[in-house]
């Protein structure tokens, strides 16, 4: 086929409840490894070069709308409303104005995010190239409860499909299911769904009736069986839900390990699906990364470090229990054990920040260092600065947030209160434990603390 994406058109159902969550969220947007189950198979449609794709979805849409937004498909994009939600061939009948009257039509439900693109590629070619009407995507299950069941004729050619409540205990034994997925000619959709009839045992017009509707009007039905059956389940409730995650954290923990990462035991390592890791990363168990995450060659992420849309420099070590949140750190430095770094922190090449420092919406240049039990907010820090252990930044009067500057090179004594707004001037030295509530100029020392004072023979003897 020389330009199949200006024939190609899809169709995502999504308008259901999604009852079975029990959530206020609609089913399509809660998330599989960070990223909401729709935007997933809107990547499938991505993949198989699609000109154009229908998203059914309810009246209360706005949240949907939303999400794809900023999500710029290199499709183009309808909504169609169902108002009332009478049943997937209703969902499918709402979007037929949309869709080409020439060409092929890819049918998916919202809520099967795991399926590979290689896979619905084949019903693609079975309308495209055999010539079929309809093509319909079956697996094998081992537990096939709730799915509508396969029925076939003795020479194994499909008659039709039966729901789960509508079958008989026979037909329940059956294992082959519908996966949700179908192949159409565009041409034959308008007439087989307005033969569509509720009747049934949820009163509902079945998408899955139009198999036996164009077969038996002499039309061309194929069954495409999938070879990997965990790439159709459905995720109609939070149990599922779970499954699905795992099935593609343990996928996507694969592609990083064959791109070079090293896992120390993948089944304990949590990455989104918009994670990106460089060559020569090592993970240690309990590593979580999140969000847009981008972690640079040869970084070290010891155990229980908790990642959230973090850029990371080349040969960074990240110690035990770091957490860092929208910030970035540069190349080669050392962070915790125990650090925790937000709110667009930026800390530079061969920073130093250790054990139990806090650090929010500041900036540290290269070199500089933190090493213990400090808290930095809302402050800057020069290149080669020393900041002493049990250093807090007072950037907070109860009200407002001010700022505190440190120059390069200022050495900052243990125990010091920085009170904000100030400004420590380069290779400026505060003693330790003084409170600082003035700016101190370049190259000077301040001591803000009143003098010890020492009483000789002040115990009594007999103590
Ligand atoms: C459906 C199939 C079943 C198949 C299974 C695979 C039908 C009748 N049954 O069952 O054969 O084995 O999927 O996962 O098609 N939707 C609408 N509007 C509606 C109803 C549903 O848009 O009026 C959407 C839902 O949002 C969902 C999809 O259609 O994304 C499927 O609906 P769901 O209720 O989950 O169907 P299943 O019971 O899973
Ligand atoms: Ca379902």
Redesign the pocket.
Known sequence: MSNPSSQRSAVV????Q?TRFKSRRI??LHELCGKPMLLHILDKLKALEVGRAVL?VASEAEEVRRTVEDYAPPFDLQFAV?TK????G??LATAVPYLPDQGSVLVL????PLISPRTLQRLFQAVEEEGADEALLTAILDDPY???RILRDPEGNPLG?V?EKDADEAQRKIRE????FYGFKASVLKPALSELDNDNAAG?Y???DLLDILRSGGKRVRAVMAEDASE?L?V?DRLQLAHAEGLMRRQINRRWMREGVTMLDPSRVLIDAEVELARDVTLYPGVVLQGGTRIAEEVEVRSNCHLVNALVGRGTLLDQGTVIRDSSVGEEARVGPYAHLRGGTQAGDRVRIGNFVEVKKSILEEDAKAAHLTYLGDSSIGRQANIGAGTITCNYDGKRKYRTVIGERAFIGSNSQLVAPVTIGAGAYVAAGSTITEDVPPGALAIARSRQVVKPDWTPEDD
Do not use: P, R, W
């Open positions: 159902l999504a308008a259901g999604g089913k399509i059914v169902q939600q009478l049943g997937t209703h969902a439900y919202g809520d099967t709730g799915y509508g499909t729901e299911v519908n996966s949700g509902e079945y998408l899955t159709t459905g109609n």
